[in-house]
């Protein structure tokens, strides 16, 4: 790989980058290298969400407990979040081709892996090492974006790159779906060994390596250690928190563990020569506002999200594939609005697409909270659909932002932090709307219980209906007469829903204030430091 890398010499600009010659042929070519990238991105996001259809099947096949198949969730997202930033600063020095076709190879041989593993422990080794070549894979993509579109050209590229993400993460589950129904738990993996070749091979004919003159030279070991530990700490209170209790002092632990990790590597980064993260980058408000709006878009649609496929599949009796039939308004939406939203960012610039879309997705947001047991396909579409016109200009709006107000010498370190972001705003999202879900199931499943006149529970029994109830499932046993069970799923579907509302309004408040965020964004000062007019 390193013998076809070209480092460009050319002119220089103001700010330390480079002015690459137009491509010549395949190798460089804007559209392209659009298209290889996507093919290896595609597979990350397939994989955020395919496997929870497959965990069932998994978990029976071999013989896992419910904590292993957790941790096949847990290993992959932990590996991706705390290695991101990292990655994206493994690619601004080593190029990110170089990065991005390491990514491909070992993400793809890790799927091949777990298709073959006979064991549940196999599989959550391989599923963390899909986890750090995907986290190689994906800023490595946005660093190549950057670096071959010019800049009225490059909000197209990252809206076709951010329909793309959006369309194969919702349309992970109906994948899923079809392969665990009509082959085997293990062919959602194996499924990824020929897209990776086909990525790979895109990738050594199509892609070019375009360096920034003053790319970092040497790399802040402290820093990645002390940023790994500290991600590692907050989305590990995140996923854990649930179970502990948001009290407990683990999860306050390693929250405060956070915390403290976080404000030692800040200062540590004022006194390295060439820091992992350049806090200067964060004086650009317009960068640390697309960073927080990610989080906060990311909050609200994986939060909101994780009870919808719930509400469909215990609430409404959907198989996983008709579920995500269902979800088909958002995804095709998503598909649909992203590049005429990155069309409306090149022409207008981000403000105004961004907060229109935020408003967008709270008022969806606020629409979905008052979804009910019977609500109907048409009603539930016209929210999914009005989200997904929400997301899109935020997905690829928020991308530019950030990526494109950073110095090109740091494309990488940028797009680990917008991916970074992303990550941990899902995580938060996942795990605040659950704590509210929890607190209203709690303070009403006994007094509903009471209310349908139905056996009294003991305290243990409480708990465990609880549980259920969190996730839309009626706790019914196997001898209960069906009368009766009739009752119980009437009261479990009535509590769920009364906490999906409430979770949905909080969702849509955070989404309403990340509308306010958005006001702070502008286009990206830097962006055109990628590349040429006139190249394509």
Not at 96 to 102: D, E, N, P, S, V
Not at 257 to 274: H, M, P, T
Not at 311 to 325: E, I
Request: glycine share 14%; with cysteine; proline share 5%.
């Amino acid at each position: 790989m390193t013998s076809q890398t070209t480092v460009e010499k050319a002119s220089r600009e103001p700010n330390g980058s480079v002015d690459p010659a137009p491509a010549k042929g395949l190798r460089g070519h804007p559209w392209l290298t659009l298209f290889s990238v996507a093919i290896g991105v595609m597979m990350v996001a397939l994989d955020g969400t395919i496997v929870a259809i497959a965990n069932p099947a998994i978990q029976q096949d071999l013989k896992a407990s419910l904590a292993d198949v957790q941790w096949i969730t847990n290993g992959y997202m932990l590996a991706l979040a705390v290695s991101l930033i990292t990655a994206g600063k493994l690619g601004d020095r080593f190029g990110h081709r170089q990065t991005f076709l390491i990514g491909v190879v070992g993400f793809a041989a890790a799927s091949g892996a777990i298709g073959l593993s006979d064991s549940v422990a196999l599989v959550i080794v391989f599923r963390v090492l899909q986890g750090l070549f995907g986290a190689l894979l994906m800023p490595a993509a946005l660093g190549l974006l950057r670096a071959t579109f010019p800049a009225e050209k490059l909000n197209m590229a990252i809206g076709i790159w951010g329909m793309v993400i959006g369309a194969s993460t919702a349309g992970g589950p109906i994948l899923g779906g079809v392969l665990v129904e009509h082959v085997n738990w293990q062919s959602v993996f194996f499924i990824n060994v020929p897209v990776g070749v086909i990525a790979l091979v895109l990738g050594l004919v199509i892609l070019k390596d375009h360096r920034a003159e003053n790319a970092p030279r040497s790399f802040d070991i402290g820093g990645i250690v002390l940023l790994s530990q500290a991600m590692f700490c907050l989305i590990w209170a995140l996923i854990k928190g649930a179970e502990w209790g948001w009290g407990d002092y683990r999860t306050i632990g390693f929250l405060g563990g956070a915390l403290v990790l976080f404000v030692v590597f800040a200062l540590s980064q004022k006194n390295v020569r060439e820091p992992l993260i350049p806090l200067a980058m964060f004086r650009s408000v317009p960068l640390s506002a697309g960073t927080v709006l990610m989080v906060l878009m990311a909050f609200a649609f994986m939060g909101g999200l994780f009870f919808v496929t719930f509400y469909l599949q215990n609430v409404h009796g959907l198989s996983p594939v008709d579920s995500g039939l269902h979800l088909l308004p958002l995804t095709g939406m998503m598909i649909v609005a992203s590049p005429l939203a990155g069309i409306m960012i090149t022409k207008f610039g981000p403000r105004v697409p961004l907060v229109g879309g935020m408003v967008c997705t709270a008022v969806a947001m606020f629409g979905m909270s008052q979804l009910e047991i019977g609500t109907g396909t048409l009603t539930m579409s016209i929210w999914f659909g009005l989200l997904g016109l929400g997301l899109a200009p935020v997905m690829v709006g928020a991308t530019e932002v950030i990526v494109g107000n950073a110095p090109m010498e740091l494309s990488g370190v940028a797009g680990g932090l917008q991916q970074a972001a992303m990550q941990v705003g899902g995580s938060l999202g996942t795990a605040v709307l659950g704590a509210v879900m929890a607190s209203q199931v709690d303070s009403k499943l006994d007094g509903n219980w009471k209310a349908a006149q139905l056996p009294p529970l003991s305290p243990e029994q409480l708990d465990q209906a609880s549980s259920a109830v969190e996730v839309g499932i009626p706790p019914v046993g196997g001898d209960v007469p069906p009368e009766i069970a009739q009752k119980i799923a009437g009261v479990a579907h009535d509590t769920f829903v009364s906490g999906m509302s409430t979770a949905f309004m909080v969702a849509g408040i955070v989404a309403a204030g990340a509308a306010v965020v958005a006001t702070l964004t502008k286009r990206g000062e830097n962006a055109a430091a990628g590349a040429g007019a006139g190249h394509i």
